[in-house]
């Protein structure tokens, strides 16, 4: 049930993604705003998302991905995570990443807006919100935008406090932009091409086969599904939280990676005084991507936490 979890396993700490400007996919821009009038108009977009059946009555759980990852990153644990508790499961890719639609807006205020509006419309308030990382600040803003709206939260290894990305991602992201393929080759070739051009850059196997994730195949050409140009402007801001005033009271999870670096000791005050009813615990020998390093461990933490 978990080996796709684990076969996508990422080293600890690296980020990253990109879009081959040759070969670029066609994207969906929002057209309320020109970039430079950013958080001007906060419309949600129409969001793609995976919604697998359960007990209508017992909030859904939904779990929102990190940077440059997608819905299908949860596609395991999803399934399971339904065996085990009955509910419904909810995945979803948020703006700029997977098949959702593009905007040159990338706050966090925009993909919490996004949120607002498709959980409603789904019938899935309140919700348990699972976020990991870029999803795991998107689910805390949520939480303390509206309380409402989330019946308890799990945050996985990212706090309320901004943090720095290493210089590597600007690498991997001109790495990613310089990748050209043949058109028409078939995909399998496609990503031996790309995994054998990104390799000069991105040095570990597994980080490139991350990435390689997101490359797909549009009218015969292949290029990479992640709007790169905002991800690549707003990466600073990604990496930040906004500041907030009025914590969030509803029972709260941060569940961390031993081996991760992302949260730190100086971060539990924030995180206690956003999130007074906050658990704090570690997953042993996990990195940053706790719920793939340690799938059962993670899901046993979750289904704990639900009790």
């Avoid at 899935?124 to 689910?139: E, R």
């Avoid at 393929?181 to 496609?190: D, G, M, R, W």
């Avoid at 051009?197 to 994730?213: C, D, H, N, P």
């Avoid at 570690?282 to 390093?293: E, K, L, Q, R």
Wanted: hydrophobic fraction near 40%; charge should be positive; charged fraction near 20%.
């Amino acid at each position: 049930m978990l080996r796709w979890a684990r076969a996508w396993r990422v080293p600890r700490g690296v980020l990253g993604a990109s879009s081959p400007r040759r070969l670029a996919v066609p994207v969906t821009f929002c057209s309320s705003r020109s970039s430079g009038q950013e958080n001007a108009d906060l419309r949600p977009l129409p969001l793609s998302y995976n919604l697998l059946d359960g007990d209508a009555t017992l909030p859904a759980i939904v779990f929102l991905h990190g940077l440059f990852g997608s819905k299908t990153n949860f596609n395991s644990l999803a399934k399971a995570m339904v065996q085990r508790t009955g509910r419904r499961v909810l995945t979803v890719d948020a703006r700029n990443h997977g098949d959702s639609p593009h905007s040159p807006d990338a706050s966090y205020e925009a993909m919490s807006q996004d949120l607002q509006g498709l959980l409603p419309q789904l019938g899935l308030v309140p919700c348990v919100l699972v976020g990991h990382s870029m999803g795991g600040k998107t689910a805390m803003l949520l939480a303390l935008q509206r309380p409402d709206v989330v019946e308890r939260l799990v945050v996985v290894d990212i706090s309320p406090v901004g943090t720095t990305p290493g210089s590597h991602i600007g690498a991997f992201i001109a790495a990613m932009k310089a990748v050209e393929i043949p058109e028409k080759v078939p995909h399998s070739q496609a990503r031996k091409l790309a995994d054998k051009q990104l390799s000069s850059v991105v040095k570990e196997a597994g980080i490139r086969q991350f990435l390689l994730t997101n490359l797909v195949e549009v009218g015969g050409r292949f290029s990479w599904r992640l709007n790169l140009d905002t991800l690549a402007q707003h990466l600073d801001k990604i990496m930040t939280f906004p500041q907030q005033r009025e914590p969030y009271s509803g029972p709260t999870l941060f569940l961390l990676g031993g081996n991760s670096t992302y949260v730190q000791p100086s971060h539990h005050s924030e995180i206690r005084r956003l999130f007074p009813q906050a658990q704090i615990q570690t997953v042993p020998n996990a990195g940053h991507w706790v719920h793939s390093d340690k799938p059962q461990d993670f899901m046993d933490a979750v289904t704990s936490f639900l009790a």
